[in-house]
């Protein structure tokens, strides 16, 4: 088991995760209303200008930069994307897939992961508890398409007993938005 000294005092490893998540959750916690705000509009357009941001929040554009700064840099803001609408891009069908390893050991989830990340379309892959070990979320353009990805990518994916596919008839709700 790996230590780390803090402060004078051992920290394993789990509890200096620990502590991190809970250091997280307090800066969450910590946000006033205008840090609350300024998220809320930027999850909504995230090309909105300094300048029109600070209106809507109502703040000078200066304090309001100064904000989105801070937020950027305490790691809650953690990137700034363009949201692609994946039916225009040729990606309209989304597949869940359940997967089992073999075995349960270290290797065998870190080669699955590794290899997962190459997966063509893959947008999620998460390690879950239950009867599936990873849950992974594709998108491709249709059931022809996701039939290639599964006989040519899939089928080879490091240590996977079972592979079950779940093909989404329709969305009722994909967000981005972090709920404030």
């Not at 700064?69 to 309209?92: F, H, M, Q, T, Y």
């Amino acid at each position: 088991m790996s230590t780390t000294k803090v402060r004078g005092t051992p920290v394993t490893a789990a509890g200096a995760a620990a502590t991190a998540a809970t250091a997280e959750a307090d800066l969450f916690h910590a946000l006033d209303r205008i840090d609350r705000a300024i998220l809320r509009q930027l999850q909504t357009d995230a090309s909105i200008s300094n300048v029109a941001l600070a209106a809507k929040v109502k703040l000078s554009a200066p304090a309001c930069l100064r904000r989105v700064e801070r937020l950027k840099e305490s790691g809650l803001i953690r990137g700034v994307v363009a949201l692609i609408d994946p039916k225009a891009a040729g990606a309209g069908m989304l597949v869940i897939i359940g997967v089992v390893l073999d075995r349960s050991m270290p290797e065998s989830f870190a080669e699955f992961e590794k290899a997962a990340q190459k997966v063509a379309g893959c947008m999620e892959c998460h390690v879950v508890t239950g009867e599936f070990d990873y849950f992974m979320t594709i998108r491709t353009r249709d059931s022809d398409s996701f039939n290639r990805l599964h006989a040519e990518q899939l089928l080879y994916l490091p240590g996977v007993r079972q592979i079950r596919s779940f093909m989404v008839l329709k969305e009722i709700l994909s967000t981005t938005k972090f709920p404030l």
